[in-house]
């Protein structure tokens, strides 16, 4: 599990103990979808959400 944290034009992601994994920018304005250069699965479960605990 990873927490998500919205940090201005930048969004980073982090393990639970609190170390940064990657840091990505925000795409540009007006790009409603940033492939992962993978095809999309018909059939793909969803995945489940984790609310990231208060550090």
Excluded: Q
Excluded at 8 to 17: E, R, W
Excluded at 35 to 40: D, H, T, W, Y
């Amino acid at each position: 599990m990873v927490c998500v944290m919205d940090a201005g034009p930048t969004v980073m992601i982090f393990d639970l103990k609190g170390t940064l994994l990657i840091e990505h920018p925000w795409p540009k304005a007006g790009i409603k979808y940033v492939s992962n250069g993978r095809r999309r699965d018909r059939h793909a479960k969803p995945s489940s959400c984790y609310r990231c605990p208060e550090i």
